[in-house]
């Protein structure tokens, strides 16, 4: 935008460009924009103000429920972006590239997003370059599209457990009669399973849970028999597991691949009015069967693994360096000055509150929760972890927390 413009007409273009957020353009330099409308807006009375608050909100329960929008999702993003704070989504949720996701939302919602805004519980995965030239194995989400996002991020060779039923069907044999399902996606493995020659035998160095497992009799199946195996080769088994001299009795002491889960959540809030399963009620799956095949604790056995998400540290972390870049970004790389404070809104005390309230942020800003009750969390019900406020839904949330901001963005409604 050239040249200062009368104020007029800059009140004309700020209600056009308010107007125009229906018409999904893309999230404004807010430097340029809401600079000069607010100062429009504002010279009347106060000099402009950069909002040193910003929101991280949760999708499933918030936003969204499965693939229908929540009643105000629209208009409180809207009202965001026409105020210029900065918002990000955070979701444990996945399963497809964080572009295809973006758009996906953007048209449900209605509300321009980009990749610079949007979190899943898979994207840290991207910067795991220590794996990217190795054979890995990724689990979870639809047909082999957590495969393609995995390529996308730069791995190599990813196989998925259902390559490994196209081979070799009789490694879960209940799973036969979904080999038609299978075939359209599946690929031929880097290396077949072979028993008789374990150094000619499928190998996977790293084992990544990408989102919901839809097939957990073969997923269990697969992720035992590497956990079992030597150095990962399929069709072996460690002379170590069992082993009471050895730590953890002997099990995952043989090179096995490590294994990242990327989402915790026992359940989530999806089309269903009631809560779901999620990944971790996968994992919890897992657990419970490799305590029966090891002895579990009651042996000094547990499943060593790493998970991230909300609520883990690393996730929020890689989450808040996203939004003060994406916020930098927004006031076309000025100076904003210090993220005071962020708004984490969310439907699941677990992991959206939980982490909310436990993140402490290296660079001082501080974290206030904020807990819907359009998803997992109801009213009525006591959640395990308190957040700093608890409202009906995600406009409600935006009102209380700009008013505790002490922003005179103009609310209505
Ligand atoms: O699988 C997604 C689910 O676990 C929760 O997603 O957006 O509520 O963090 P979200
Ligand atoms: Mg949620």
């Known amino acids: 935008m050239s040249g200062p413009k009368p104020i007029a007409s800059l009140l004309r273009l700020a209600i056009g460009r308010k107007q125009l957020s229906l018409s999904l353009r893309p999230p404004q330099r807010c430097s340029s924009i809401c600079h000069s409308s607010r100062r429009a807006l504002q010279t009347l009375s106060t000099s402009p103000r950069v909002p040193d608050f910003a929101f991280a909100f949760d999708i499933d329960g918030v936003l969204v429920r499965s693939s229908d929008p929540l009643p105000r999702a629209h208009k409180t993003l809207s009202y965001l972006q026409s105020q210029c704070i900065p918002f990000i989504l955070l979701t444990n949720g996945g399963g497809k590239h964080e572009s295809e996701r973006v758009e996906e939302l953007s048209n449900k919602l209605e509300v321009l997003l980009d990749t610079t805004m949007f979190v899943q519980s898979h994207t840290p995965f991207a910067d795991m370059d220590e794996y990217k030239e190795k054979t890995v194995l990724v689990m979870g989400g639809d047909q082999d599209n957590c495969r393609r996002v995995a390529e996308k991020y730069g791995f190599q060779t990813v196989v998925t457990p259902g390559d490994i039923l196209t ?114 009620g996968f994992r919890e799956a897992f657990e419970g069967v490799w305590a029966a095949l090891t002895g579990g604790s009651r042996a000094g056995v547990e499943f060593q693994k790493t998970v991230i998400g909300k609520p883990f540290r690393q996730t929020y972390e890689f989450a808040e360096k996203r939004l ?90």
């Open 167 to 280: 081979a070799h069907p009789e490694i879960w044999p209940f799973s036969s009669q979904f080999l038609p399902v299978y075939a359209p996606f599946s690929r031929p493995l880097p290396q077949s399973i072979n028993p008789t020659d374990p150094a000619q035998s499928l190998r996977i160095d790293a084992v990544f849970v990408y989102n919901d497992p839809r097939d957990w009799g073969l997923d269990i199946t697969i992720l035992k028999d590497l956990l079992l195996s030597r150095a990962g080769i399929f069709g072996t088994l460690s002379p170590k597991n069992n082993d009471p001299k050895l730590p953890n009795h002997g099990y995952q002491q043989d090179g096995q691949p490590p294994v990242f889960f990327s989402n915790p959540d026992l359940v989530w809030a999806a089309k269903y009015h009631l809560p779901r399963l999620g990944q971790g």
């Open 324 to 413: 003060v870049a994406h916020r930098k970004d927004l006031f076309g790389g000025q100076d904003a000055g210090a993220l005071r404070k962020v708004y984490m809104v969310g439907d699941n005390p677990e992991s959206d509150i939980r982490g909310g309230n436990s993140y402490e942020s290296p660079l001082g800003t501080d974290w206030a929760s904020i807990l819907v009750r359009t998803g997992v969390h109801v009213e009525g019900q006591t959640p395990a972890w308190k957040p700093n406020k608890e409202v009906g839904d995600v406009w409600d949330a935006v009102k209380w927390a700009v008013e505790d901001s002490k922003w005179d963005g103009g609310l209505k409604g």
